[in-house]
């Protein structure tokens, strides 16, 4: 398939997987959630990959990724207003492909650079990843990675940031479904309920 499903355009890399090459034509949006999955109607596609410069200068405030994207291009997200970003631990390649048309900075990685991030975090292993992938974002001082995660010792970014690994990138990316607190009201009174009529038959 190539065209534009849900917001966003795609463009067919094999017969399995699809790649993000940026947003549906008037769709101004600033929140991104990429999905796993996409479909022609006759056939689902995994979305594997987001194609260098798909999202350059678009006003991104955030973006969610799916756990099934393996491949980030060159200025996929350059020159957004993201804050915090969360790169899956299906991402193997961020920021190392040859240079596409565009700007000449699409030549080296800049991945996520000119943005405003404060907080950026790996679930994964340490891949093929172009160091200077978060160039140009003052406040961002510390990168963490899930403490279970590999070739992490010793990296460290072109913008002099902190790698550190942390405990909780996983659920903190996985929130936990809540329930409504008139159905935990509910659940209450219910189990009040038997707990009585077992006192009575005692």
Known sequence: MSGDVGGLSYEVINTTDVEVTGRASGNTVTSIVIPATVSDGSTTYSVAAI??????????????????????????????????????????????????????????????????????????????????????NPTLSTITYDEGATGWSGEAFNNGTTVIPATSIRSASTPVPTSPIWLLGIMAGLLSLVAVRKLRKA
């Open 51 to 136: 194609e260098g410069g798909a999202f350059f200068a678009n006003s991104l405030t955030s973006v969610s990724m799916p756990g099934s994207v393996t491949n980030i291009e060159n200025g996929a997200f350059n020159s957004n207003a993201l804050t915090g970003v969360i790169i899956p631990d299906s991402v193997t390649s961020i920021g190392v492909e040859g240079p596409i048309s565009g700007p000449p900075l699409f030549g080296r990685g800049f991945t996520f650079a000119n943005n405003a991030l404060t907080s950026a975090a790996f679930e994964g292993n340490f891949g093929t990843f172009s160091l200077d992938m978060f160039d140009d």
